[in-house]
């Protein structure tokens, strides 16, 4: 079976940083389309930033230029380069990928099960 598994998170004082990563396992051919959302209490998981296959990239308003999404596709992992962090930053970040699963057709969607930030003085 496919699983992502984020790393990276804890907790860092504003204006800090954190590199987040997701981890690929199994039988997979690829990484397609991936991207970083993010969940805090009580509010909706929003998408923070999301890259295609071709590199094409996308940012959600309130971390352009300061996060950075990159992807490494000889080592089927996604990372997340976030600067200059701010309390507004705390949430639940998932990793979500399109990967082509060697024993299943076609492309599939698949979430990980999330990492912590707390950006907190």
């Known amino acids: 079976q496919v699983q992502l598994v984020e790393s990276g998170g804890g907790l860092v004082q504003p204006g800090g940083s954190l590199r987040l990563s997701c981890a690929t396992s199994g039988s997979i051919f690829g990484i397609y389309a991936t991207g970083w959302y993010r969940q805090a209490p009580g509010k909706q998981r929003d998408m923070v930033a999301t890259i295609s296959d071709g590199g094409s990239t996308n940012y959600a308003d309130p971390v352009k230029g300061r996060f950075t999404i990159s992807r490494d596709n000889a080592k089927n992992t996604v990372y997340l380069q976030m600067d200059s962090l701010k309390p507004e930053d705390t949430a639940v970040y998932y990793c979500?990928?399109?990967?082509?699963?060697?024993?299943?057709?076609?492309?599939?969607?698949?979430w990980g099960q999330g990492t912590q930030v707390t950006v907190s003085s």
């Open positions: 979500n990928a399109d990967i082509k699963y060697r024993y299943y057709t076609g492309i599939r969607n698949y």
